[in-house]
């Protein structure tokens, strides 16, 4: 393993501590303490009745004792158990948010009051970085610390931003591009870049992402408060039927004591997902944080395994994205030389990397003769609006460069006519997979410059992955339509936007929306804004500009534009492992119904012992080995429910069947199972 990979796992690993490490169970279990706290426990309606259920036990107990009662040992038991079925719900949730917390550390120690180097009229100012407001210009040198968040606006440098992305390898952050956003904490390594402050002081990426994962407050998610609710209400059916016993056994001559009605009644209810359902949701958040992803809120991480439609860009996300300028095609009647004069010319105002290859194949063809800007020249420069580039010399020459339908626009405008060849020409090149850029003087179409880009490797399999979940891609780019279609089948999406402006992905996602679809997209760049703001999940990379990063409801550290592959898969997981918990906990009820009602009413009823099909041996320890089984099975599944349920791509009908057979299944056998050895245990001590 190579050193950058070393460090990355290493730095990883840091923040993702073992899931039972001793500080985080101590931590843990003082939390959970604290969280017996009445007006904590209402959140989650399950285990407040199960905790007014405890403290009615702990009550009746007192009272046996007192009143020196031959159930003490019985009530004793059952109190206990009661209440380490709370503490294990708790201790669940509170782990989950150690976990959560533990995470802020390494980013606490990153962040810092650092000096800066602030412009003011011009001149160099030495302050700290709680003085700097948004707007003020900083210049950052070789070996100095980004104070804050900001974005690029004059130079290029190379940022070490392991502190955040755990990634050893530089980044090169400059300006007029989209990768003009920097993060306070990172340390430019080389060159001098002048950044204009984006964030206040508190409200850096750092510390709404500190905030985040300490946050005590976790906003449920619509579907978690859809489970919340419906367990409530099985909660209040249970309690009125557990309510309705006493009378019904005083009808039999049974008199039922109060802690076997407390004990049938939290058999009944789902205390196991009710206790693993807060460490689900914050487990998600963690996971996410985990890969790297921040998540504005949970909601996000949950919408994400919903998703029907994956929106991406090609350029840096299904190619390689580093698109260079491999040949000049001049049209006839004119050179090569020609039509590689009037390219460079034409891209002077193109800060893409496109546009600077474009120069460098230029001057690598006409060498000492390639001409420089004139002063008093006019530079156009390139805009995803407009799609295109050029200059107008002081004597009134125009050359442009751009998008085959962008320079057709222009001549038309001009009321030049189009060469014959020109279309020809222009679908070669975008028949081999090249985007054909065309090049104008004035009204004369020069030729085209080929741009060729590559697929990212591995990217088929990982689309592989994303049908086999029930998901459509679809790739945007700006180039033509024979480019794009040329492309769009080498890499296997479902469908492609070409020639794509950023209103035309506005209204694709709006289109899409309309007709029922959740939308996802990823994007770096401002004009990405309006898109990644309407989608129901927009991604922005941490490298990008601050309005992507704003209208994002996810922001990848990594910057990596696959992420959001994993994104989707940990938003599917999340919604699994809620689903499996729950089909196990209220199939695992079916087997305590078995072990706990014959046993209260046996005595009175012995028709009623053909139910005692696990032929437990008394009804104190069939009681007692329900409830226990109840309370043990919570902190068994706490991995589960931290770690996730292993996720497999599988369309929706195929998890439904899987769930069923595992956890429905294996929620109704292993109950049986363990309160059977439970009761045997209880048996052999003589105790029950």
Not at 476 to 481: A, F, M, S
Request: overall charge neutral; charged content about 20%; aromatic content about 4%.
């Amino acid at each position: 393993m190579n050193a950058t990979n070393t460090a990355l796992t290493d730095r990883r690993a840091s923040r993702r501590p073992s899931l039972f490490e001793g500080e985080l169970v101590r931590i843990a279990f003082f939390r959970s303490l604290a969280m017996l706290n009445p007006k904590a426990m209402m959140r989650n309606p399950v285990m407040f009745v199960t905790e007014i259920g405890a403290l009615l036990t702990t009550l009746t107990l007192v009272m046996d004792i007192v009143q020196k009662s031959a159930s003490v040992p019985y009530t004793l038991a059952v109190t206990l158990i009661l209440w380490a079925t709370v503490l294990f719900a708790n201790f669940a949730e509170a782990l989950a948010e150690a976990r959560g917390k533990a995470q802020a550390d390494t980013l606490k120690r990153t962040r810092s009051n650092t000096a800066a180097t602030k412009l003011v009229d011009g001149k160099p100012v030495k302050v700290t970085s709680d003085l700097l407001r948004p707007g003020d210009l900083v210049v950052v040198s070789a070996d100095e610390v980004i104070p804050t968040d900001g974005e690029v606006v004059e130079g290029a440098a190379s940022v070490d931003e392991s502190a955040i992305t755990g990634e050893s390898a530089p980044v090169v952050r400059e300006a007029g591009g989209d990768r003009s956003g920097v993060t306070g904490g990172t340390r430019v390594l080389s060159d001098s870049i002048v950044v204009r402050i984006t964030a206040a002081p508190g409200d850096s990426f750092l510390d709404r992402m500190i905030a985040l994962v300490e946050g005590a407050v976790r906003q449920k998610t619509p579907n978690e408060c859809a489970l919340t609710v419906t367990l409530a209400g099985l909660t209040l059916a249970f309690l009125l039927v557990t309510g309705t016993l006493y009378p019904m056994g005083l009808y039999f001559d049974v008199r039922l004591p109060i802690p076997t009605l407390i004990a049938l009644l939290v058999c009944l209810i789902p205390t196991t997902i009710g206790a693993l359902l807060a460490a689900i949701g914050l487990a998600g958040m963690d996971r996410a944080l985990s890969a790297n992803v921040l998540a504005k809120s949970g909601k996000a991480v949950e919408l994400a395994g919903d998703i029907d439609t994956l929106l991406l860009d090609k350029t840096g996300t299904i190619t390689m994205g580093d698109r260079q300028a491999m040949r000049f095609h001049p049209l006839p009647g004119h050179s090569e030389s020609e039509l590689a004069e009037a390219a460079l010319r034409a891209s002077f105002g193109d800060r893409t990397p496109e546009g600077k290859s474009i120069v460098a194949l230029a001057h690598r063809l006409l060498g000492a003769a390639a001409p420089k800007e004139e002063p008093g020249s006019k530079v156009i420069p390139f805009t995803a609006q407009s799609r295109l580039s050029g200059l107008e010399l002081p004597d009134g020459t125009l050359y442009r460069k751009g998008a085959s339908d962008a320079i057709r626009s222009c001549v038309k405008r001009m009321n030049a006519p189009l060469p014959e060849g020109l279309e020809e020409l222009v679908n070669e090149v975008a028949s081999r997979g090249s985007t054909p850029i065309v090049v104008i003087r004035n009204a004369e179409v020069l030729g085209v410059v080929a741009l060729a880009d590559v697929l990212k490797p591995g990217i088929k399999d990982r689309f592989a992955r994303l049908r086999a979940m029930g998901i459509r891609i679809v790739m945007v780019t700006g180039d033509n339509p024979l480019t794009a279609a040329a492309i769009a089948n080498e890499a296997g999406v479902d469908d492609f936007i070409a020639e794509a402006r950023p209103e035309d992905k506005l209204a694709y996602i709006r289109r899409e929306q309309a007709a029922g679809r959740l939308i996802a997209m990823m994007g770096d760049g401002t004009n990405d804004a309006p898109a990644l703001a309407q989608a129901d999940i927009g991604v922005a990379m941490n490298s990008g500009t601050q309005a992507a990063k704003e209208a994002g409801n996810m922001v990848d550290l990594d910057s990596d534009p696959t992420k959001l592959i994993e994104v989707i898969e940990i938003g599917k997981q999340l919604i699994m492992t809620r689903g499996a918990l729950t089909t196990f906990s209220i199939a695992n009820d079916v087997a305590k119904y078995f072990a706990i009602i014959p046993a209260m009413f046996m005595l009175a009823i012995p028709q009623l012992s053909a139910l005692n099909v696990m032929g437990l041996a008394t009804p104190e320890s069939a009681i007692l080995s329900a409830l226990i089984f109840n309370a043990i099975i919570i902190p068994i599944l706490i991995p589960i429910a931290i770690k996730g349920v292993k996720y497999r791509p599988m369309r929706a009908d195929g998890i439904l069947r899987r769930n069923l057979l595992v956890y429905g299944l294996g929620g109704v056998l292993v109950p049986f199972a363990g309160i059977k050895l439970i009761d045997m245990l209880l048996s052999a001590s003589g105790l029950f």
